[in-house]
């Protein structure tokens, strides 16, 4: 795929290799890392608009991002215009020049709200919610899913509305709820939603090899491509896609990774929750099954950088 520059809004991102928003996981531990590996644009985990409206403090700590704050765009969630645009224009969003507005959520405590990839099932409303959200004055994104179940396609109704609506950039996740992570995405729905739009449209889903990366915008004629777990599973995905020449080996990253998410979360919790990445880290690699036994069980980050020196 070709590497380039991408006008989003009144913002110029410096590539067109994205990092997707993924609750429990793209905090700012891992968002920081792939952006030193060349992303051009991560994204947060998803924030609650109502959570940020009313003060929670678990949505505001998903938006720590030390210094890439220019480089992080926030993931927004809600079913409610005015609540939506209340957080677009709250002091916890000042610093952050791009809100992401989900519409593709399938995870049932979300959809069962009316959130996410429900918001699907009634484009007037989601067109309500852009329109506000834009009149923050933030560069206004829209990820999506093409629809519901199989034989679905919304993607390219939902382009034309969020482009009319103001939005500045659209990522199509070629896939339907029911489909959550698996199958291969529908490349056809992409591309009708690319051709529909003089937005940016951004195409994920399925992306884990440059291979696949090339392959969707082959099939698709997108602007650029958002990475997902393929980043989780491949660290390194990202720097090869983008060129970005690095001499961390795997190990270095790894610690690189539990150390930050100890310097935010503190040492104890970041052991623990280390552990959703060490399937992803080892999957594939040949004698590494009492190493992942042994970093499941430890309780410290210590711990885990002694396992990882004696076995990497």
Request: with cysteine; charged share 25%; net charge neutral.
């Amino acid at each position: 795929m070709e590497i380039h520059a991408l006008t989003v809004g009144n913002l110029q991102i410096k590539n067109n290799v994205f990092l997707a928003p993924m609750a429990g996981y793209t905090d700012y531990s891992l968002r920081s890392l792939q952006l030193e590996l060349g992303a051009g644009l991560v994204f947060t985990e998803l924030v609650s608009a109502k959570g940020l409206t009313f003060g929670g403090n678990g949505s505001k700590d998903l938006l720590f991002s030390g210094k890439d704050v220019e480089n992080t765009a926030v993931q927004l969630f809600g079913a409610d215009e005015y609540y939506m645009r209340s957080a677009c224009e709250s002091e916890h969003l000042k610093d952050f020049d791009i809100v992401d507005i989900n519409m593709g959520c399938p995870v049932p405590k979300v959809f069962k709200n009316g959130e996410g990839s429900a918001l699907l099932l009634d484009i007037k409303k989601a067109e309500k919610i852009v329109k506000e959200c834009v009149k923050s004055g933030k560069n206004i994104t829209v990820k999506i899913r093409i629809g519901q179940k199989r034989g679905d396609d919304v993607a390219t109704d939902f382009a034309k509305m969020a482009e009319n609506a103001g939005a500045s950039l659209i990522t199509v996740h070629g896939r339907v709820r029911e489909d959550y992570y698996s199958g291969e995405p529908n490349f056809d729905a992409i591309e009708k939603a690319k051709n529909a739009v003089k937005i940016p449209v951004i195409a994920n889903g399925g992306i884990f090899t440059e291979q696949d990366a090339n392959l969707m915008i082959d099939r698709t004629g997108a602007d650029g491509i958002m990475l997902a777990r393929g980043a989780i599973a491949d660290p390194f995905l990202v720097a090869r896609l983008t060129g970005k020449k690095t001499d961390l080996t795997l190990k270095e990253y790894i610690i690189k990774h539990v150390t930050r998410l100890s310097e935010n979360i503190g040492d104890e919790r970041a052991s623990v929750e280390f552990r959703k990445f060490v399937n992803y880290y080892f999957k594939g690699k040949l004698g590494v099954k009492q190493l992942k036994n042994d970093l499941m069980s430890a309780t410290s980050v210590q711990d885990i950088v002694e396992l990882l020196d004696k076995n990497l």
